[in-house]
């Protein structure tokens, strides 16, 4: 048994097709046309021009700047039971970075263990040990 569809069915496949050409076509056309006569042209001389030199600093440079704002972090948090009903004292250790004046540091959450901590330690670069607060954390 043979089965023939009607030939309508190829009309709306086709209609889309050259709809979605033209609608390509003419979002180019209309792009070009904003960007052409709408923003400025000379967008990056100005900003190079804000810059009074260009600054370059090398690796060893830019360490030497950020080492002082850089910190190690100690941990120690308790677990209330173990597996055979003893507590157990995890200590945890890891990096952070100073990024305010007033003392306030960024680091991971699994340093930290999600704030679940009973004691946290931060060796400057100078060495200085300080025993810090955990004021809270932030979902990205």
């Given amino acids: 048994m043979i089965v023939k569809y009607p030939n309508d069915r190829k ?6 097709i050259i709809v979605s050409v033209v609608s390509g076509i003419l979002g180019g056309v209309i792009a070009t046309f904003y960007f052409h006569f709408f923003l400025p042209q000379d ?4 900003v190079i021009s804000e810059i009074e030199e260009p600054v ?3 690796v060893e440079e830019v360490a030497r700047r950020a ?3 850089v910190v190690g972090i100690t941990t120690v948090s308790i677990e209330q039971e173990n597996l055979w009903g003893s507590i157990e004292r995890n200590e945890g250790i890891g990096t952070g970075v100073i990024v305010h004046e007033d003392g306030y540091i960024l680091t991971n ?4 263990e999600n704030g679940n901590v009973e004691e946290v330690r931060v060796i ?5 040990n300080i025993v810090l607060k955990c004021f809270g954390l932030t979902k990205l």
Avoid: D, K, R, W
Wanted: charged content about 10%; cysteine-free.
């Fill in 67 to 69: 080492m002082p704002s």
């Fill in 124 to 128: 400057l670069n100078s060495g200085e």
């Fill in 109 to 112: 959450s699994h340093v930290i």
């Fill in 11 to 16: 009309t709306p496949v086709a209609l889309l």
């Fill in 43 to 46: 967008i990056s001389e100005e």
């Fill in 56 to 58: 370059t600093y090398s």
